[in-house]
């Protein structure tokens, strides 16, 4: 601020509000629940919060210092130092450090405090299969769900990111308890060591209702990367609510974490359009020697070539409105000239998860096996209109990854079947999607 000589020296109203609008330190808001004692759980009832059995006086005074019966004036709660000394004060200050106490304590609605229960259950990743299998032993203490003060409740499995029917898992209902006993094991099938990195195990327990949707009971999350490969391991947790979406207050902190929550629901969605699907194949290749010793046949009638065996698929995309899909799967020895290698299994009717073990001959020489590729395609049957092309995978020395792998152990090890998974994929080189 600048005076100029020979003019009055004036103070405007803005700059005197902003000189005199605290003049002292600044105190927090109290809340209007402040005005109001509450007794805190974890103090006794018999002990009174202030001297003054009555409770209100001692804790809302007019401001004027009195520690007993003041009347009139606006009703505020005692601060610290406020003219006091007296009993009645500190009983003010106790009861005010009371109501705080009280107030963090139940500051949660009674819904989110009532416990939901435990969950018991065993979790084992084998290697060698490929598979996680969860054993869901039993529940204590489930929160009721009935009228009766009872529930029906059943278990849940989810892999979480991932489609929710491609690879939901169910245990059966057990009625009228609250602690109820399943012992039951959900395995599946599929399961590669990158999954175990990456995934996240969802197990919810719910109560089953004939007459109207089923209630959620509780939940709790295992990040599948703590479990060693074949070692069970033990969890007895709490259930839990499930967790809720965040709702910052400021608004920049609101933008970030939009933009975060759609960075990260985008990177979901993106991989869950990447999985497909998984399929178990076997591959042998039959030379005339081996076969003609196992059967007892003439060495000389007996065809070499090699044996594809299609097993089962797992977590499929769906397909169709219903949230399945019909699959059935092709395969192909490329390249075919006349078109001759085609071979086709059944269709499997609503389901992610069908099971096929057919197997299909290729009459073709050892040789003759390091210029082909095997074609392996999923789809899903639609009567009336054009099948949808699920996904696929290419054996041959060409591929790469576990594809290689898998055909290169084939042609090292004749005569030996050997089984693997293999993810699907949209997109295969040099093929055409046309059913």
């Known amino acids: ?48 919060l202030s001297p003054n059995p009555a409770g209100f006086p001692s804790v809302l005074s007019p401001g004027s210092g009195a520690s007993g ?52 259950f065993d979790l084992l990743y084998e290697r060698a299969t490929s598979s996680l299998r969860c054993t869901v032993l039993r529940a204590k203490g489930l929160k009721p769900m009935d009228f009766n003060g009872l529930a029906d409740p059943y278990v849940k499995l989810h892999l979480l990111p991932g489609a929710c029917k491609a690879n939901k898992l169910k245990t059966r209902t057990v009625r009228n308890t609250l602690n109820p006993v399943w012992n039951e094991t959900l395995t599946y099938c599929g399961i590669t060591e990158e999954d175990m990195y990456r995934k996240t195990l969802r197990v919810s327990v719910c109560d089953e209702d004939k007459l109207s949707h089923n209630e959620f009971i509780g939940e709790s999350r295992v ?14 947790i709490c259930l839990e609510h499930p967790p809720p979406l965040p709702s910052p207050s400021a608004m920049s902190v609101a ?44 060495k000389e009638k007996v065809r070499s070539g090699l044996c594809v065996g299609v097993r089962r698929c797992a977590h499929l995309a769906a397909m169709d409105v219903n ?38 001959f290729y009459e073709i020489s050892f040789s003759e096996l390091s210029t082909k590729t095997l074609e392996v395609t999923v789809w899903d049957y639609d009567l009336g209109k054009s099948n949808d092309f699920i996904g696929g995978v290419s054996l041959g020395c060409h591929s790469q990854g576990d594809a290689l792998r898998h055909w290169v152990d084939c042609l090292k090890n004749k005569g030996k079947k050997i089984e693997r998974w293999h993810t699907l994929t949209n997109d295969l080189p040099g093929s055409t999607y046309h059913d």
């Open 255 to 298: 933008l970030r974490g939009i933009s975060c929550y759609l960075r990260e629901w985008e990177n979901e969605q993106q991989r869950s359009l990447e999985e497909r699907g998984r399929i178990l194949l076997s591959l042998q290749f039959v030379s005339p020697s081996n076969e003609g010793e196992r059967d007892g046949q003439p």
């Open 69 to 120: 019966a003041g009347t009139g004036g606006l009703l505020s709660p005692v601060l610290p130092g406020a003219a006091g000394g007296s009993s009645g004060g500190g009983g003010s200050l106790s009861a005010m450090s009371s109501m705080d106490t009280s107030i963090e304590i139940d500051s949660c609605d009674s819904d989110d405090s009532t416990s939901l229960g435990t969950l018991e």
């Open 323 to 360: 949230g399945f899909s019909d699959p059935y799967v092709k395969t192909y020895l490329k390249p075919d000239l006349h078109k001759k290698s085609k071979h086709k299994t059944a269709v499997m009717k609503k389901t992610l998860n069908p099971e096929f073990n057919e197997e299909f």
């Open 1 to 48: 601020m600048t005076v100029r000589k020979g003019k009055k020296l004036t103070i405007s109203i803005q700059e005197h509000m902003a000189i005199d609008v605290c003049p002292g330190p600044i105190r927090p808001i109290r809340q209007i629940s402040a005005y109001f004692p509450r007794l805190s759980p974890t103090s006794s009832i018999s002990e009174p």
């Open 223 to 236: 990040a599948l990367r703590r479990l060693k490969p074949d070692q069970p391991k033990h969890y007895n």
